[in-house]
């Protein structure tokens, strides 16, 4: 995947994505999936997928061999499902802050 700066049609910097999971939304991205060492939020209404999208993205990441924090802000995070979707639920970095 490669970002550019708006007006110049030109590569500003390649960078390394990883895949949704989902073909079509890796798509509808534009570069292939997410980029690889910066911060994703996912926001949507409730129910939407988004922990699901979530989960399926670290599973992906962690297939390639990195590493992935989530940050459970509801403190609702169920290891089961997570591990259903492909997580290594071991090596999964989480943090549960008591506000925010």
Request: proline share 4%; no cysteine.
């Amino acid at each position: 995947g490669s970002i550019m700066r708006m007006g110049d049609g030109e590569v500003a910097e390649n960078i390394q994505v990883v895949s949704t999971g989902s073909l079509g939304l890796d798509i509808a991205l534009g570069v292939g999936g997410l980029p690889r060492g910066r911060v994703v939020e996912i926001y949507g209404p409730e129910s939407s997928g988004k922990t699901t999208l979530t989960l399926q993205v670290v599973a992906e990441l962690q297939k390639l061999g990195g590493t992935a924090a989530f940050i459970d802000a509801e403190h609702a995070l169920d290891v089961q499902y997570a591990a259903k979707l492909g997580v290594n639920v071991p090596e999964l970095l989480i943090s549960q802050p008591d506000t925010g």
